[in-house]
């Protein structure tokens, strides 16, 4: 989870400085958008893989008869959270 969260967050990195670029009158600007957005949604789509796999295998664990301690679904309710946070990150930027 933690590096499609950072790849998400590079993403996000590279539209910022296309930003930047544009208020300098660059012209490489909506190229560094398209590949910010781009990163953004891979690390979106490898974020919500890996959430539905940490699931499937509580699921797993819960049904071989481990005990709720070891058996958490915190990492999947941490991992939705950051998922939200992105795809709000993307909504601003396609829109904005």
Request: charged share 15%; aromatic share 8%; glycine share 12%.
């Amino acid at each position: 989870m933690r590096t499609y969260v950072s790849m998400y967050s590079f993403g996000f990195s590279i539209s910022k400085f296309a930003d930047f670029l544009q208020q300098q009158d660059q012209a490489v600007v909506s190229g560094l958008h398209r590949l910010g957005l781009a990163i953004i949604l891979l690390g979106i789509a490898g974020l919500t893989f890996s959430i539905l796999e940490h699931m499937r295998r509580v699921r797993t664990m819960r049904r071989l008869g481990l005990s709720s301690k070891e058996v958490s679904w915190l990492p999947a309710a941490g991992g939705i959270v950051l998922l939200t946070a992105g795809l709000v990150t993307v909504i601003g930027i396609a829109v904005g």
